[in-house]
């Protein structure tokens, strides 16, 4: 196929579940049986296009990967920056390695299986429920339309996540992942709680969608100044570029150590999207949305989307730890992944929520693959990232498929207040629900790496070989981390097969487990298909140098194929002594794969001894009650990290909120300030009125009535009779006249006038 053609292909993988979600929002939101068609076509034209675009990666020549791995490369100039006549522009494109092309392979894959999955859950087909917001037991949900829509903008921005050639599409993805986890969290966003103290504790969607939202917004924020300084150390937003070896060799000349501050403000986006500590308390509490919800965030998008983001970046980050892998960046990275891992698995122990426990466990594998990037594990970290792509979301469904179970036998007894994702309250289920039970089961033996079978064991032996690796290079943070992977990994097969026991095993331990059922064929047939990938996954990354298997396969197809997507750029930094070691094939040790056998083997024993051999009856105590004492009461309320959080940051911020913004800030200053700047002019204004009133007032009212008062008086000689004007006139005339005269002819007088006037001065 040709390298249009592939191009064309790549920019279409993302359109079909966006276009899919425009035409529901605006078309077909009233119709549920259309709306999840719509969806349906639109994920099934990106696996069918994905995988066409991966398979074509996959059969190109090794070699030449290796010297060109960007297969599929298309942009478009985008924005103009800089000089505008100068050419300039900020390019946006879409770009396949095989990198790429596997991410491709199980995001599809996955995403299909869960759409496909959806329109059994929400019950299509059944009587139409008629309460919107919560859950409509056994009852088709009456907002299909909306839900299949966000789960289609869901699908198309990871996508679009994953084929982005650039940090700034990435982040565009990425933030539109955010928008729609806080959408379908909060899906049923008028359900409450009515909890007595032995319920598992629950929040309402709404506050478990708007505590995600916040919490991962606090990682992207310094994850875009992170992107920000990229561009200005860079150039350029694009990872074949920023990413050469020149390129990463000019930014070490100019920042020095300083690059390393760079990764690690990318590295705080991964933190608070695959949910790492400290950042880790929105995921747990995601389990509010519907389970295939919970599904696309833990398996097929969101938190992958953190690890396949620092994965991408991974030269920057080797670059960042420097040629001896012992700077702060390793420490921090590794440290945080080894220490997440391991506080994860801890409180899935203690866990009863269903769901709950695998929220845990996806945190833990999470830090796995954290740590791996840490210690310079970059295949082992994307063979996991894959690997537990396909079997969690086999898990979250098959989990989904017991409380769906579990609903059906609560609406068959008419019980309402058990809740149906309590363990305690199950039991059994393995006849009850043949399907989901084997299903599970696999899935269940993938997470715990049960030895040569699972894909789980092979991805999780590869980053226990890569630890042990780096400490036989003379690097303590090796030991350190396959010691805390290697406790994490026990007690993950340990809760691992409690969780199958307590929801399978033995007899049902309430009438809701006694009456439950298998789920529809909508459901079960995904369970089925993610099945094999759980399995047979993992067999692609068999290495060539373990016992017996390695020289019968003979072909780490997984190692050279993801390999290749930056062995050309690790050699070249090798050569340079910019990182600690390029991409290699182990040598194969004894002692990373004991540790695997032993823990993985070892935990599924000690859970199976505790919770299996004498499966719990019904009002039974937990086993581990009473010999952890308050250390179970400690994990079961999850380290006191959210009791924490609310002393140390969600308090102070109410109380700085409520005291210092609102009633100092807001009232006090803003609205004092206004205050007074009101009263002044309020002061100014009364002034103004009252020289108004007292010159526009009464001055001009003094002078009105004075010309009132002269027009009284001359209206009395206005009496509109021509007689009497004619006699006035007469009058005055005759006065006049006869002062002329005398004035005139009678001087004599005039002269006597004079002398008196001149004897009075």
Known sequence: MSEETLALLTWLIPVGPLLAFFVIVLFANRSRTLSWVLAWLGVFSSLILGWTVALNVATTNMLQLEMHPTVVASAIEWLPVGD??????????????????????????????????SVGYHNWGAPLGTILGV???????????????????????MLLLVV?????????????????????????????????????PHIPPRYAAVKAFLTTRVADVVMLLGIVWFYRVFGTLNFSEALSAHSLEEAVLRLGPALGVMALLLFTGTVGKSAQWPLHVWLPDAMEGPTPVSAVIHAAAMVSAGVYMIIRIYPLIAVGAGPEGTSAVSWIIAGIGAFTAFMAATIAVAQYDVKGVLAYSTISQLGFMVAALGVGGYIAAAFHLITHGFFKALLFLASGSV????????????????DPQDMRFMGGLRHKMPVTFWTFFI???????LPLVTAGFWSKDEIFAEAWHLFERGNALGLIVLIML?????????????????????????????????????MTIPLVLLAIFAVGAGWLGI?????????????????????????????????????????????????????????ALGGLFVGWWIYGRRALVKDQQDPLVRPLGPLHVFLNHKWYWDELYQVLFIRPTIFISERVVYEFIDKGVIDGTL????????????YMKRTEELVFGQAVDWVKDQFLAMTRISRQLQTGKIQEYVLVSVLIIAVLTAVILAVNYYGPVNEWFSQIALFVN
């Open 164 to 200: 982005a050639d650039n940090l700034l599409l990435l982040f565009v993805g990425w933030e539109i992942m955010g928008f729609c986890s806080y959408s379908l969290i909060g899906f049923w966003h008028a359900r409450d709680y009515h909890l007595s103290p032995e319920n598992i």
């Open 543 to 599: 290495p060539e140098s373990f016992p017996v298997l390695g020289p019968l396969v003979n072909n780490n197809f997984f190692h050279h194929f993801v390999g290749a997507t930056i062995y050309e750029t690790m050699a070249e930094l090798e050569s340079l002594h910019l990182v600690n070691a390029a991409i290699e094939t182990l040598p194969f040790s004894w002692t990373p794969l004991s540790a695997s056998l032993i823990v």
């Open 486 to 522: 290697a406790i994490a990994a026990f007690l993950t097969a340990f809760y691992t097969m409690r969780q199958i026991s307590l929801t399978f095993l033995g007899k049902p331990r309430s009438p809701l487990a006694e009456h439950a059922h298998e789920s529809n064929r909508f």
């Open 84 to 117: 505008y006549f100068q050419g300039t522009w900020l390019k946006m494109g879409v770009a396949v390695d095989p990198l790429t092309a596997v991410m491709l392979i199980m995001v599809t894959f996955a995403v299909t299986m869960i759409f496909i999955y």
């Open 135 to 157: 859950p409509n037991h056994m009852r088709e949900e009456p907002l299909l339309g909306r839900f299949f829509a966000y789960m289609s903008l869901f699908a198309g921005a």
């Open 675 to 686: 205050h007074l700047i009101a009263r002044a002019f309020y002061k100014f204004g009364s």
């Open 403 to 418: 409380i769906h179970g579990m609903e059906h036998g609560a609406h068959h007894v008419h019980d309402h207040h058990t």
């Open 443 to 449: 899935g269940g033996m993938a997470l715990s790496g």
